[in-house]
């Protein structure tokens, strides 16, 4: 049997999927793992277009296009730093892959895994981003528990934020 978050990201996946939108996904403290829950599923290639980690600052800038004074300002755990990395990373690889902006959903993740804390944010700081064509949002959470317990929560959180908006 399929935990929820599976589940959830194979309705997300179908349901992307019938509209006709494609998924780009950029990461950093979730290091892989929320493309890894949407490749976990078959067929995830005829909406998932594909990744970038961008764990160190710099390539967040480099990479995804974010601000280089915002990261120096604010860090690379922000709300608008999310913002840019979501649409970063639906404009990069929309471009890449020759399909229309318009189609892509670009969804994104950024905090503070732990144990310590990170530019004055504690463990569990953490911000979800989506930029697609009905306009930019993003969630900020404050999530309990282990480095990897915040990561794990980070996916399952991205993955609820995207079913909100497209289900």
């Not at 006709?20 to 892989?32: D, I, K, P, R």
């Not at 404009?91 to 310590?116: C, F, Q």
Request: glycine letters at 12%.
């Amino acid at each position: 049997m399929a935990n929820p978050s599976e589940s959830r990201a194979a309705a997300l996946l179908s349901t992307l999927g019938e509209k006709g939108l494609h998924l780009a996904v950029a990461e950093s403290l979730t290091g892989g793992l929320l493309t890894s829950a949407f490749v976990d599923i078959p067929g995830a290639s005829k909406v998932l277009l594909g990744s970038i980690v961008a764990y160190q600052t710099e390539l967040k800038h480099q990479l995804l296009g974010v601000s280089r004074p915002l990261l120096q300002e604010q860090g690379a755990v922000d709300a608008e730093v999310v913002a840019q990395m979501a649409s970063g990373i639906r404009v990069k690889l929309a471009n890449k892959s020759g399909i229309d902006e318009a189609l892509v959903v670009g969804v994104a993740t950024t905090g503070v895994a732990g144990p310590d804390a990170q530019d004055g944010k504690p463990a569990g700081t953490v911000f979800i981003g989506i930029s697609g064509p009905t306009g930019d949002f993003v969630y900020p959470l404050d999530l309990p528990g282990s480095r990897s317990e915040i990561r794990t929560a980070s996916v399952a959180a991205a993955v609820d934020a995207l079913w909100e908006h497209f289900q």
